[in-house]
């Protein structure tokens, strides 16, 4: 079997390991809550990764498939009544579908039109949302506590929702992974490359952007819905928030675009760095004055992101983190 | 290749567990847990809050702190920066409880950050008095630790509507806020009372938050003939908004605005605030009889000694959730959860901010009954500006500026 002796599927394997493991074991509530962003921030930064660092179209307005997502899912749980699991994939289904058609639509844009095509989509769809009453308009939707009975309560119905985007988290990196290896994702790389020249090879360009458009939403819809769900609370503004998609693409630039374990990494310093200078008594008061620093370092010295950097000093490691 | 991956997984864990580390308090100290917006859009009114929340404290601490069964319990306040934004509060509001050991919380300040906070103190069953949120949704989701400060939002710019109502039932109205939940809320419920009334509303607009141009909103509430403006935000939209329709020269008749024209440093805008008018949960001249605790002139002198600004209602609403909390922990004759609760939902008080008392039917919980809101307007005398108290008429300090300019 060779999968099983790539280090690859260990890394992840282990990664989802250490994420259920820490908090679950010492019931450790606080070191969740500090994960649980940490695991949503890597989801969104590996999915992102598709788009930008596979396919080379910078998607700035990513957030919206998780807005939406959390949107389709609080309204199917607390409206309909519907389990947690079923909503979340339904949610991601109906993100991905929309996801195709805008696909379709603005990906025969390219470089700065599309990115500005992006942002446009997700200011459209938060000013829709925010009017659609159905969805509570712009005071969003409120989940009433009984909602968590059927987990078993709010405390362990937020730990069941924890492991899941765990779950969503590992998926996300094995998709990532295989696409990375499969001939798919070889056609992705030729477009980044030299888009016209891959249509000459015979990639079909079109058909392949808005595939993978659609693709990178379905994940972190599904992360929107629990995460919202957990959130107690779904407004337009948190949901469609134009800072998560600059975060995401700042993860990215951090690790390593391109890279499975870059999109990772990059997500798990940047969340673990926000928290911690966040907290800190000492840092807190010019939090986001360091991290702007250190990010700045960072893009000005090492701009292949970290896992680039290791790359080179360390060409044997390339094999292992892919 | 072997020692770099244990180095490796050790920095990791390093890294994870670093976060961890254990806050011990001393015993005799009470620890009340919540987050302030240091940074971001809520800045100025979450500081005030803060402030209030630290006057209390001190006053407290100083005079023994609180006593409970012979022992006095000093204060100790553990917060955290949320950025004015509802994405981390939930990852903080857990830390400030396991981590921190919070005996207690208070809220954030406005309704968003509130209602995300609400479900941690919800899930660990931590009393949390609520202050600087105003919407009602919140409370009506079957909480049972809840505890509201604030007279909920309908009551918000419902004064404005019956005073206009008795000054000059033809006035014309726009309805011009902040899109976003707490002004939603409130302007949907100053036009079902202007209906009510039967006030015609002759312009019913909401704007972006973000919004830093006014323009076309003004240059269309002109086009309406409306004599009033009614509506707004929070501190930095509503000071923008107040500025441009004084550049503009807007013809209103009278303004009335949420928030922004409360906080002192609404003066700044100098005669763009003249006739300015902001429902108010508290003034300084208000005159209610206190049952324990200050009264409102004490509150506001010693808050003028501390900070060097006048007391505006979200400092008071700060103060006063401290002071509701001590009464209840003193009555309860502990730090019980459950007894303390009890306590609040059996509060039915009047202090310095004036009356309180707490829904306790399982639909409401924790919902604002007892107090009442005020209507202050920014007034000139003697070429200083102050702010006096137009309505009701029992509490007021000045008759209304009609028409303000």
Sequence with gaps: ?322 | MKRLWTALAFAIIALVGGGTRQTVAAADTITIGFTVSETGALNVDSLAQLHGFELWRDQVNAAGGIKVGGKGYQIRFVSYDDQSRPDRVQQLYSRLITQDNADFLFSPYSSNLVATAAIISEQYGKVMLTTGAAEEKTYQLGNKYLFQLYSPAKDYLAAAMDLMKKKDPTAKVALVYSDDGFSKAVAAAAKARAKELSQEVVMDEAYAPSTTDFGPIINKMIGAHADVMIGGGHYPDGTTLARQMFDQKAPMKFVCMLVAPDSPQFASLGDAAVGLAVPSQWEPSVTYKPQFGPDPATFGRDFQAKYGIEAGYHAAGGYAAGLILQQAIAKAGGLDQEKVTAALNATDATIFYGHVKFATDPQNHGLQLGHDMVLAQWQKKNGQLVKEVVWPDAAKTADLLYPMR
């Design chain 1, 1 to 322: 079997m060779s999968l099983l002796r790539q280090p690859m599927l260990w890394l992840i394997l282990g990664a989802m390991a250490l994420f259920a493991g820490l908090p679950g074991f010492g019931g450790d509530v606080a070191l969740r809550e500090g994960l649980f962003l940490t695991a949503i921030a890597i989801i969104l930064a590996s999915n992102l990764n598709l788009m930008i660092g596979y396919t080379g179209y910078v998607n700035f307005g990513n957030i919206v498939f998780f807005g939406l997502g959390g949107y389709f899912g609080v309204w199917l749980t607390t409206m309909h009544g519907w389990p947690l699991v079923p909503a979340a994939i339904v949610a991601a289904i109906l993100v991905s579908t929309i996801a195709l058609f805008f696909g379709l639509g603005i990906l025969r844009l390219r470089g700065s039109y599309f990115t500005l095509a992006t942002i446009g989509i997700n200011e459209a769809v938060r000013a829709l949302v925010s009017n659609i009453d159905a969805w509570g308009g712009s005071t969003g939707m409120y989940l009433s506590v009984s909602v968590y009975q059927p987990l078993g309560g709010p405390r362990q119905a937020l730990w069941i929702v924890y492991f899941l985007v765990i779950g969503i988290m590992g998926a996300s990196l094995f998709l990532s992974w295989f696409i990375r290896r499969s001939k798919f994702g070889l056609g992705l790389f030729a477009i980044r490359e030299d888009e016209d020249a891959a249509s000459v090879l015979g990639v079909h360009p079109a058909l392949y952007k808005s595939v993978i458009y659609s693709v990178s939403g379905f994940l972190p819809a599904m992360a929107g819905a629990l995460f919202f769900f957990k959130n107690g609370v779904i407004q337009p503004d948190q949901a469609f928030d134009l800072t998560m998609s600059t975060e995401a693409i700042v993860m990215l630039m951090l690790g390593g675009q391109g890279s499975v374990t870059g999109a990772a990494v990059g997500a798990f310093l940047y969340d673990q760095l926000r928290s911690t200078l966040l907290t800190s008594s000492m840092f807190s008061q010019f939090q986001l004055v360091i991290a702007g620093i250190l990010l700045l370092l960072i893009v000005l010295f090492v701009p292949g992101g970290l896992i680039g950097w290791i790359g080179e000093r360390w060409p044997r490691l390339r094999r292992v983190l892919e």
